[in-house]
C-alpha cells in the first residue's frame, strides 16, 4: 500500500491565486513527520515546511501553510498568493519514527506538478 | 550553508558499464540515502545508510549495490548499467530519530544509459 498518495498529477492556478496540493497519507504509527518538497525544473530539493504528528497547531511558513487533519490522515499544502516562481514539482513526504528504526526514512508520493499562469 | 554534493549533474555511459555515483556531505549526518525518480512514479528508494560501512536495501535495489567507506560519502554503483537505469537520481542525509528535521538533497544527476 501507497505510505503516500497525492492525487492531483498536475494543478493550475492564476497568480495571485491561492492553491491548495492533496496529500494523504498511511501509518500506524503515533510518531511521524510529514514534509513537502518543492523540484524546480533544475532538479533540486527544496524543503518548505514540517508538520509533526504531536503538533497541535498547523504549521505555516510565509506563504506556505500546512492543513493538517490527523483523523482523515491528510496533510494538504496551501500556497497563498500564487506566484509565477511557484511552477514547480511539489512531493509529499512522511518519515516514521516508532518502528524500532533508527532509520527514519522519507516515504515519498508522486508529486504534483504545479503550473501558475499570469 | 549546509550542503549535499553529488559529483555529476548529468552522465551518458554505455551499455554494461559499470557506474560509480558519489555523494558527499558536510552536516556529519548518520542517516544518507539515495533516491531514483522516475516521471509519475515519485521518488523511490535504492538504498540507505545509517552508518559508515551499515547499509540497507530499499525498494528498488535490485541492479544497484553501495558503499560508505567514510562517514561523509556515499556511493551508489551500477554493476552493469542497463537502459532502464536511465533516470534521475537524488542523494540525500539527515539525522536520525529526529522528527523535526528534513532531509538534506544533493542537486541530482541526471544518468542516460545508451
Known amino acids: 500500500a501507497q505510505k503516500i498518495t497525492q492525487t492531483q498529477p498536475g494543478m493550475f492556478v492564476q497568480e495571485k491565486e491561492a492553491v491548495t496540493l492533496d496529500c494523504t497519507y498511511d501509518?500506524?504509527?503515533?510518531?511521524?513527520?510529514l514534509f513537502w518538497y518543492k523540484q524546480p525544473s533544475s532538479g533540486e530539493m527544496i524543503f518548505l515546511i514540517y508538520?509533526?504528528?504531536?503538533?497541535?497547531q498547523n504549521a505555516t511558513e510565509g506563504r506556505y501553510s500546512l492543513n493538517f487533519q490527523k483523523a482523515r490522515k491528510s496533510a494538504n499544502l496551501v500556497i497563498s498568493a500564487s506566484q509565477l516562481g511557484d511552477s514547480a514539482m511539489y512531493f509529499c513526504?512522511?518519515?516514521?519514527?516508532?518502528?524500532?528504526?533508527?532509520?527514519?526514512?522519507?516515504?515519498f508520493g508522486r508529486g504534483t506538478q504545479l503550473t501558475v499562469w499570469p | 550553508d549546509v550542503k549535499v554534493t553529488q559529483s555529476s549533474r548529468y552522465l551518458v555511459k554505455r551499455t554494461g558499464e559499470k557506474v560509480f555515483l558519489e555523494c558527499v556531505q558536510d552536516?556529519?549526518?548518520?542517516?544518507m540515502f539515495w533516491y531514483r525518480q522516475d516521471p509519475g512514479l515519485g521518488l523511490r528508494l535504492i538504498y540507505f545508510?545509517?552508518?559508515?560501512?551499515?547499509?540497507e536495501k530499499g525498494d528498488i535495489p535490485e541492479g544497484y549495490s553501495v558503499s560508505r567507506e567514510k562517514k561523509e560519502r556515499f556511493s551508489l554503483i551500477l554493476e552493469s548499467a542497463s537502459t532502464n537505469q536511465t533516470s534521475m537520481y537524488l542523494c540525500?542525509?539527515?539525522?536520525?530519530?529526529?522528527?523535526?528535521?528534513?532531509?538534506?538533497f544533493g542537486q541530482g544527476t541526471r544518468l542516460t544509459v545508451v
Open positions: 540525500a542525509s539527515s539525522v536520525p530519530r529526529d522528527p523535526n528535521t528534513e532531509a538534506f
Open positions: 501509518t500506524s504509527d503515533p510518531s511521524y513527520g
Open positions: 508538520q509533526g504528528s504531536y503538533d497541535q
Open positions: 513526504a512522511m518519515r516514521e519514527f516508532d518502528r524500532g528504526s533508527t532509520l527514519g526514512r522519507l516515504y
Open positions: 552536516m556529519d549526518h548518520e542517516n
Open positions: 545508510s545509517y552508518d559508515v560501512k551499515m547499509k
